[in-house]
């Protein structure tokens, strides 16, 4: 992708208020622009830069941003420190990650956790591989759900608006085995309830397979879990799918028992993957 420092075009924001502003500030910066300088950042947020400076001084002193050498602005630790305890990702990560790694020792493969954010798909912990088939995806990135394998699970199980407005607009295709289809799709999504699993078969890169299983919580499913192979051995794909369900079974019951409920299907401890 483009670097906005090297003429790239930044879309501007519209109006906001003054915490709008500080906010808009944050928003600024993404995986693909992770540096800025103050006067992208006063063309992102819609201000003038006077008000751009002012604004990056109060986050620079709050911890929220950092300057390079450079001059130019990233996002500073202090959010780092804050995201680790929104309770979603943190009771999540901790529950998962004996099983991440019991997962990852059986089979020296990618491992992902991801959750959803409306229509996108977000990795929140992931397990790569050195010999591994190399992925798209890496920690705090997004992607679309349909073509991945936790995308597929997550959006089974989503609430019906978000899948019809999934389904209702247009599927982006990105290998030619990619799920264009909304009528396919709908009927993968039925399999993927039906069975407990999905298998995204070279939907995002020609050379990789992704088996995911869904996490339940106390309310349902709140995350999915994946193991992330090469796609030329449908043998090695099926005899992945018992230890993938088993941890995502093992994550659900810590979860459901550290919120005090029961899930019925969460009955794997982190030693059952490896069996």
Request: hydrophobic share 45%.
């Amino acid at each position: 992708m483009s670097d906005p420092g090297a003429g790239a075009t930044i879309p501007v924001a519209p109006a906001r208020t003054s915490g709008g502003k500080l906010l808009g500030v944050l928003d600024a910066f993404t995986r693909e622009r992770p540096a800025l300088t103050l006067s992208e950042i006063a063309r992102v947020v819609g201000v003038p830069l006077s008000t751009a400076h002012r604004l990056v001084a109060e986050l620079r002193r709050w911890g929220g941003l950092e300057r390079d050498p450079d001059g130019r602005f990233r996002i500073g630790l202090r959010l780092f420190e804050l995201g680790a305890l929104a309770p979603r990702g943190l009771a999540l990560r901790e529950a998962a990650l004996p099983f991440m790694e019991d997962l990852y020792e059986v089979t020296h493969q990618n491992v992902q956790l991801a959750v959803r954010d409306d229509v996108e798909v977000l990795f929140v912990e992931r397990f790569a591989a050195r010999d591994a088939v190399m992925v798209l995806t890496q920690v705090g990135g997004r992607f679309a759900l349909p073509p991945t394998g936790v995308g597929l699970v997550l959006l089974a199980h989503a609430p019906l608006d978000v899948q019809e407005r999934v389904l209702a607009a247009p599927l982006r295709r990105y290998t030619p085995h990619t799920i264009t289809d909304p009528r396919q799709l709908r009927r993968v999504l039925a399999e993927v309830r039906r069975s407990g699993l999905a298998i995204s078969d070279r939907q995002v890169t020609m050379d990789a397979v992704s088996v995911a299983a869904p996490i339940a919580g106390p309310d349902g499913v709140v995350a999915a879990l994946s193991v992330v192979v090469r796609g030329d051995s449908p043998a090695a794909v099926r005899a992945l799918t018992p230890g993938v369900r088993a941890a995502a079974r093992g994550i659900s019951r810590v979860l459901t028992q550290s919120a005090g409920g029961g899930w019925p299907g969460a009955s794997a401890s982190a030693g059952d993957v490896a069996r």
